[in-house]
Nanobody, 123 residues
């Protein structure tokens, strides 16, 4: 059982920045991702990173968000710049062990989740 703890959410104005962190209890998995869910909407993938470093982004955040990991600290990050009101939502980190090594998959394929951290962007 992998435990994940997110932090770093908050309220910012449009155009601002936030950095989310997610500490994992172990590194037995090979895919990590950030997901978000706005009220009344389905959970969506935001950014993904494989253990060997390959990354992927949702089209809506590409060029604004950067996912990274510090393996020595078992920590996943999401640097969010140029935030927009439509980025508002609960942000979750998640992890899974992918047989194929492909990490850009729907949220329901990830089997370990953090509790979430709220991001609110005002216009």
């Amino acid at each position: 059982q992998v435990q994940l703890v997110e932090s770093g959410g908050g309220s910012v104005q449009a155009g601002g920045s936030l950095r989310l962190s997610c500490v994992a209890s172990d590194t037995s998995t090979n895919c990590m991702g950030w997901f978000r869910q706005a009220p009344g909407k389905e959970r969506e993938g935001v950014a993904f990173i494989a253990s060997y470093g390959s990354t992927g982004y949702a089209y809506s955040v590409k060029g604004r968000f950067t996912i990274s990991q510090d393996n020595a600290k078992n920590t996943l990050y999401l640097q969010m710049n140029s935030l927009k009101p439509e980025d508002t939502g609960m942000y979750y980190c998640a992890t899974m062990k992918s047989v194929s090594g492909y990490c850009y998959t729907p949220w329901y394929e990830y089997n370990y989740w953090g509790q979430g951290t709220q991001v609110t962007v005002s216009s």
